[in-house]
């Protein structure tokens, strides 16, 4: 029988940023950084405007008040629910009779990237804990892991009964066999109702106006978990922990003991020691267990990742050597794109295998990978040069965007680390010097950096809590790269300071 995955999640929120780390017997295999409050449009709906159709794309450009405007396609006639097994009704006219002026109610199911906008669709959905509520769609569709097939057929039913009329469906999600039927239609109820109450305030707002806002990470992430998944989730942050404790109460599907506040000193992502793993996915190269290597590179268009053998050099012959490096890379390419959530086109370079069978086996290794990710994969069979082209759906940023930026010097060819990125490490460190008994740290830093750290009180939380009797003085340096930085501790208070330095 084969044991239980220890599974936990770490939520905090510091310097106007929630993370939220997911640890699989201590391994990290999810990680998510979200603006406080949150600035990412997935999920919400907006009362928008038709900007201009083009005819020639089969697209509209909607105003929606966000900053560019918003792809809707014209073919539109129901949305991709292929995750799920279910099935649809009869198809709805399409959207070509759109002209400019017309005020049209959409969902983000793709935030803004690059030069892009953000892609909407007019299928709305409302996600709970059990269900997925489609007002305007006639599908019904039930998650693929739920396997027992009385269940699912009780289940559909159950979804069936709920449905006011064929314009409707459902969607029915992993956590619903552990609840009671009576629970199932609450929350039916629930979410029609947030439909309902949609709908009254898109009759008086203005467009650009948001109707629906989905809910923040740590919420998604209780909405999104259940008992038998995970061992325990850690708060690192008082407040939001007695948020989450009172949602915990509210709803009574998870555990109180399961919620758990760390109290310790030093920052709950290093003491733990998953600060160095996210640091770990700044980087682009990836080892592999049996000494071969893997190279992630992201572009415009896509991100391509290249099979190398490093130092294995096998034990039979090249094909078999070759063989196996494609084999471990499979699975560890899975895990990569997981946690580094990694979405749109990927494209991997393995090693030149000359047996036809082990390029099949090589893909369908990749396949069987890529189905424990929750995100939709669909992969392409392997060509001839071995080349495998494989899509993964985008839920919200990937973390090479949170931990790494363009660099200034060389016209964007290269990358540094991110801001925040740098400021939650100067955190940790501050932390880790009182920690240590000092009541004083002296800090010299990149000067654009703490001017970031002062201008946007990043700091201020900590200021009147948990360094309200302590001492951070701030030394700036023209001269410092902007992800260096020092810190050293005092056992007493400083009297003294340099002309230029700043007092916390």
Not at 478 to 503: C, D, M, W, Y
Request: hydrophobic share 35%.
């Amino acid at each position: 029988m084969q044991e239980k995955i220890k599974t936990e999640w770490f939520l905090d929120r510091y310097c106007g940023q929630q993370f939220a780390a997911l640890v699989e017997d201590g391994k990290l295999t999810e990680f998510y950084c979200e603006k406080e409050p949150r600035t990412s449009c997935v999920g919400n709906i907006y009362k928008g405007q038709v900007a201009n159709v083009l005819s020639g794309m089969n697209a509209a450009f909607i105003h929606c008040g966000l900053e560019k405007n918003c792809y809707l396609s014209m073919e539109e006639t129901y949305t991709d629910y292929t995750k799920y097994d279910g099935t649809l009704g009869a198809e709805k006219s399409n959207l070509s009779d759109l002209k400019v002026g017309d005020e049209i109610i959409v969902q983000v199911t793709k935030p803004p990237r690059g030069n892009k906008g953000a892609k909407v669709t007019t299928h709305l959905s409302f996600v709970g804990k059990s269900l997925i509520y489609l007002p305007n769609t006639d599908f019904l569709g039930i998650s693929r892991k739920i396997t027992d097939e009385a269940t699912r057929e009780k289940l559909l039913l159950s979804a069936e009964k709920m449905r006011a009329s064929s314009e409707e469906g459902f969607i029915i999600r992993t956590k619903a066999p552990f609840i009671s039927e009576k629970q199932l239609k609450a929350e039916a109820k629930y979410l029609k109702k947030l439909h309902t109450e949609m709908l009254e305030t898109a009759n008086s707002s203005p467009v650009g106006s948001i109707l629906y806002e989905d809910e923040d990470l740590p919420v998604r992430v209780m909405r999104d978990s259940y008992g038998e998944d995970f061992s325990a989730i850690h708060v690192g942050d008082k407040e939001l922990y007695e948020r989450l404790l009172r949602l915990i109460k509210l709803r009574k599907d998870i555990p109180e003991s399961k919620l758990i506040f760390y109290q310790g000193e030093r920052s709950m992502m290093r003491e733990y020691g998953i600060m160095p793993l996210i640091y770990g996915t700044a980087s682009p190269i990836v080892p592999l267990e049996n000494g071969g290597y893997l190279v992630i590179e992201h572009t415009e268009a896509m991100t391509v990742v290249d099979v190398n053998t490093g130092s294995y050099v096998g034990e039979n012959n090249l094909e078999e050597t070759v063989f196996s490096v494609n084999l471990t890379a499979a699975a560890e390419i899975a895990k990569q794109v997981r946690l580094r959530n990694i979405g749109g086109i990927v494209v991997v370079d393995f090693i030149d295998m000359v047996e036809e069978t082990h390029r099949e086996a090589v893909t369908e290794a990749l396949k069987t990978a890529l189905a424990q990710d929750r995100a939709k994969c669909n992969v392409l069979p392997m060509s001839e040069l071995c080349l495998t082209q494989f899509t993964r759906k985008r839920l919200g940023s990937d973390m090479h965007s949170y931990l790494v930026k363009a660099c200034e010097h060389c016209e964007g060819r290269g990358h540094v680390h991110d801001d925040i990125f740098v400021i939650t490490r100067l955190r940790a460190d501050i932390l880790d010097c009182f920690a240590e008994g000092n009541v004083a740290a002296v800090v010299e830093l990149n000067e654009n950096i703490m001017q970031r750290i002062l201008s946007h009180g990043l700091f201020s939380k900590e200021a009147v809590g948990r360094w309200k009797d302590k001492q951070v003085c701030f030394i700036p340096h023209k001269t410092f790269k902007e992800n260096f930085f020092t810190v050293h501790g005092e056992k007493q208070f400083l009297s003294e300071f340099p002309e230029r330095a700043k007092i916390l």
